[in-house]
């Protein structure tokens, strides 16, 4: 049911009833997320509650795909805004994840023609918009109750700030449109990067530990570069260690 801008969107208290789940095996798992946005009536706070394909309790399937091309693409954003009173309805990926296990919080779950995914957090936003307007190379929070884990042994790309923090690639972007594989930007992502800031690089390790992230407060701080691949901050306060 549709509702005035001036209220607060059902969508917003999503988290209510949120219970903890585990997904293992996610390591290149194609997925979408959905941010829909709306300012919290208590606040004024502009925030998107942000759902995710790979949290349903459907498992992940064989293909490791859970967001279907055919399916993305039909998604009707002016019809999400209209029906849940939102000033911002927009999408993140496809992407491809470079973790292999995550623990959330997971919520209500949400359909996006067709494309099912639950609720797994709630992104603090700037300004009303597309979650892709994000400025490349600005980190932001998002709230979110969960822990990810690459293994040992797992090839992870980093960037490197002006400022001495290391940034894990969590989610590789494919979009509807993809310019590079992932194997490719594995192997050559360093000589593509046209925009990075001053004193930044990029580089590729082979974990010689596991990685874990469990954010300090059950706030991460995240990060899209030039490609709108998505960043995790590593290191005190967000993960075990920083690569």
Same mark, same amino acid.
């Given at each position: 049911?549709?509702?005035?801008?001036?209220?607060?969107?059902?969508?917003?208290?999503?988290?209510?009833?949120?219970?903890?789940?585990?997904?293992?095996?996610?390591?290149?798992?194609?997925?979408?997320?959905?941010?829909?946005?709306?300012?919290?009536?208590?606040?004024?706070?502009?925030?998107?509650?942000?759902?995710?394909?790979?949290?349903?309790?459907?498992?992940?399937?064989?293909?490791?795909?859970?967001?279907?091309?055919?399916?993305?693409?039909?998604?009707?954003?002016?019809? /999400?805004?209209?029906?849940?009173?939102? /000033?911002?309805?927009? /999408?993140?990926?496809?992407?491809?994840?470079?973790?292999?296990?995550?623990?959330?919080?997971?919520?209500?779950?949400?359909?996006?023609?067709?494309?099912?995914?639950?609720?797994?957090?709630?992104?603090?936003?700037?300004?009303?918009?597309?979650?892709?307007?994000?400025?490349?190379?600005?980190?932001?929070?998002?709230?979110?109750?969960?822990? /990810?884990?690459?293994?040992?042994?797992?090839?992870?790309?980093?960037?490197?700030?002006?400022?001495?923090?290391?940034?894990?690639?969590?989610? =590789?972007?494919?979009?509807?449109?993809?310019?590079?594989?992932?194997?490719?930007?594995?192997?050559?992502?360093?000589?593509?990067?046209?925009?990075?800031?001053?004193?930044?690089?990029?580089?590729?390790?082979?974990?010689?530990?596991?990685?874990?992230?469990?954010?300090?407060?059950?706030?991460?701080?995240?990060?899209?570069?030039?490609? =709108?691949?998505?960043?995790?901050?590593?290191?005190?306060?967000?993960?075990?260690?920083?690569?």
């Amino acid at each position: 049911m549709a509702t005035d801008q001036t209220d607060e969107p059902v969508v917003l208290s999503d988290s209510d009833g949120a219970v903890f789940g585990r997904v293992d095996g996610m390591h290149r798992v194609r997925y979408i997320e959905m941010f829909l946005a709306g300012r919290k009536a208590e606040t004024g706070d502009l925030v998107a509650a942000c759902y995710n394909t790979m949290y349903g309790d459907w498992g992940i399937p064989d293909s490791k795909d859970t967001a279907p091309q055919d399916l993305v693409a039909g998604i009707d954003f002016d019809a /999400l805004k209209a029906e849940y009173g939102l /000033l911002g309805a927009s /999408l993140n990926g496809p992407k491809i994840w470079t973790p292999d296990w995550s623990e959330a919080m997971i919520g209500t779950v949400r359909d996006f023609n067709g494309v099912k995914a639950p609720w797994v957090a709630q992104l603090d936003m700037k300004k009303a918009g597309a979650v892709a307007d994000v400025t490349p190379y600005e980190p932001m929070t998002i709230a979110r109750d969960s822990r /990810l884990g690459w293994p040992a042994g797992t090839k992870a790309m980093l960037l490197d700030d002006a400022d001495g923090n290391t940034w894990i690639m969590k989610g =590789f972007q494919l979009g509807l449109e993809p310019r590079f594989t992932y194997d490719d930007f594995l192997a050559n992502g360093a000589s593509y990067f046209t925009n990075l800031p001053a004193g930044w690089s990029f580089r590729v390790v082979t974990l010689e530990q596991e990685l874990i992230e469990t954010p300090e407060n059950g706030v991460a701080t995240i990060m899209a570069d030039e490609f =709108f691949n998505v960043y995790d901050k590593t290191g005190d306060g967000q993960m075990n260690f920083q690569p």
